[in-house]
């Protein structure tokens, strides 16, 4: 795919900074857009001491339809859009659902309308195995029913996909709504990492944070759960195998293989881990003892939820190549880098 631009929404975040590496590491041109509300500019930087590439950036909102539109006028060459951007704490939207309908729901608006008028051919969403709500047996694939949302969070991410099915129906743009389970870790590097500016919510984070001292202590939330120990099973994706799904996708569609015009895929590990799996996990690869307590269940915590995987291992060729300690030790490397500077 030598030469191949896409755009990279959301691009200074979590996953889409992890993505750009990949993306050029395999031969995209690659321009990034964000507006900086959970992440910052710093990424870029480890992007090129990483990769050596300096990528164009637009520090957009991107509900501003007018100057969401500059972007395409400035590179009307676009074949792609991977779009990441959407506010993603799941508690912030029970608390801020319209500031989440409006910000997650406007910005795909926008995106997808230019990508779709500007001919891009691939247009690839990042949606959420939230959008299969309270499930009543894992694995799920993906024609297990989508379940009532349990936040605003979850819901935009459903209407999401509902936009994207409605939309995308002409020849020249295909889509892939990939279903991710619980990105997790850093790069290998030690350069880049989860760097949010809201605090984070998911587990391992809090996990790092407690361990270096940021935090005095963690809640696990409830262990009485019918699980192995009464806690929580989720499953953890090493945020590089999640970005590689991506380059996959996106060559899914180039190379002529999607014969429809939207596919949806999950990508998580099928493993299902309880919280209490994953502390372990960090003690062993840090060495160090993690202060925690046991409070009472979360409300709106799913019991357990994992995936099935074989859909994306099939048509995509993508297979995980980290484990819960690879992410755990990259996750711990990461953290302490950041305490440093
Ligand atoms: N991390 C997870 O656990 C997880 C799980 C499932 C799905 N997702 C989805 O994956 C995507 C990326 O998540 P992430 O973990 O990298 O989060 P992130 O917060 O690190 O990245 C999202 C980026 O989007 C930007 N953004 C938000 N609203 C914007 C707007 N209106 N205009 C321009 N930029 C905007 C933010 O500044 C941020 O840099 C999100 O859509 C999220 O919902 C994440």
Known sequence: MQGKKILVTGGTGYIGSHTIIELITQGYSVVCVDNCINSDKSSLMSIHQITGVSVPFFQVDLCDSYETKKIFTAHPDISGVIH????????ESVEKPILYFRNNLD??????????????????FSSSC???????????????????AESPYGRTKQIGEQIIEDSVKNEMTQSILLRYFNPAGAHPSG????????????????????AIGKR?????????????????IRDYIHVCDLARAHILALSYIFNGRQKVPVEIFNVGIGNGLTVLEVIKAFEKESGLRL????????????????????????ELGWYPQYNVNDIMRTAWAWEQ????R
């Open 84 to 91: 990441f951007a959407a506010l993603k704490a799941v508690g």
């Open 107 to 124: 910005a795909l608006i926008n995106v997808l309308d230019l990508s779709i008028q500007n001919g891009v051919k691939a247009f690839i």
């Open 130 to 148: 939230t959008v299969y709500g309270e499930v009543l047996k894992s694995p799920v694939d993906e024609n297990t029913p989508l379940q009532a």
């Open 191 to 210: 350069l880049l990492g989860e760097s949010p500016i809201n605090q984070p919510q998911n587990l391992v984070p809090v996990i790092t944070e407690t």
């Open 216 to 232: 005095d202590t963690m809640t696990v939330f409830g262990n009485d759960y019918e699980t192995k120990d009464g806690s929580c």
């Open 291 to 314: 202060k925690y307590k046991v409070g009472p269940r979360r409300p709106g915590d799913v019991v357990a939820i994992y995936s099935d995987h074989a859909k994306a291992s099939k």
């Open 337 to 340: 880098k950041r305490q440093q």
